[in-house]
């Protein structure tokens, strides 16, 4: 690609705050008005008061039932109660990230195909936009001059997206990437023998309070870290499902 010296990309200094700021606000309401309902002291509380209520609603009859048995009875439906809300509490957790990694995706297809757009790029390289996966865009980055594989946030961001697949997609390609880069999150534990993290599957996905604050961090960190401007003399050249749509681009000018 040769073209004059001048911005192909540019990231506008109040984009890039408006763009962290929008993150940061819905990681931390997310957070507050979704995730934090979910203490410990508080799930606990109502698994106890869900066995009082079981207790208070089952018939008893002092001549065939054992007052002991019911009461057993009750702790083992509390502790049932108690697991239901720590997997609604996961899931939650879950579809926090999963929001916030589909918002970060689509923000960057969306200022990448306005940016192509003052260029008088067309329906077919945006469309191109919108259909690259993760990895597509990274190679695109590479390819003007800004690697950021190398950098701190793109590991963790790797991550997200795979996490995001998983907790969408359940079983695949992205389950066995998370298997191989990051096998805590895949279910794998220290008491787990090596031997059975084949046997894993996507219901034994884990992620924690920690792992979702890195992931927020990630993405704040990829729009710090973008650069202003890129220049049309740092695209040497473009990853071959840029070039392919560009082809289409320029059938539909000849």
């Not at 995706?105 to 469309?127: C, M, N, T």
């Not at 202003?228 to 082809?247: G, T």
């Amino acid at each position: 690609m040769r073209e004059p010296d001048r911005v192909f990309l540019q990231m506008w200094g109040p984009t890039r705050d408006f763009l962290i700021a929008n993150h940061e606000f819905y990681v931390s309401e997310a957070t507050r008005r979704l995730l934090d309902q979910f203490t410990d002291e508080s799930m606990k509380a109502d698994a106890d008061a869900f066995a009082d209520e079981w207790l208070a609603g089952k018939p008893f009859d002092p001549d065939r039932d054992d007052p002991g048995s019911d009461y057993e009875q009750a702790w083992d439906e509390s502790i049932s109660f108690y697991q239901s809300l720590a997997d609604l509490r996961d899931n939650t957790r879950l579809s926090i990230i999963a929001g916030m990694f589909h918002e970060w995706e689509k923000q960057v297809r969306d200022w990448l195909g306005k940016e192509l757009g003052h260029h008088g790029y067309g329906k077919h390289l945006h469309a191109a936009v919108w259909s690259a996966k993760f990895d597509d865009l990274f190679d695109f980055f590479e390819k003007c001059g800004w690697d950021a594989r190398p950098l701190g946030f793109f590991d963790e961001l790797n991550r997200c997206q795979l996490v995001t697949n998983v907790y969408k997609h359940g079983n695949g390609r992205s389950f066995e990437a998370l298997k191989a880069i990051a096998p805590e999150l895949a279910g794998k534990t220290s008491e787990l023998p090596a031997f059975f993290v084949s046997a894993l599957d996507y219901s034994a996905l884990t992620v924690t309070d920690d792992n979702l604050n890195r992931f927020a961090e990630a993405i704040t960190s990829f729009w710090r870290e973008l650069p202003e401007n890129i220049f049309f003399s740092q695209v040497a050249e473009v990853p071959k499902w840029f070039d392919r749509a560009l082809d289409k681009e320029r059938s539909t000018k000849a």
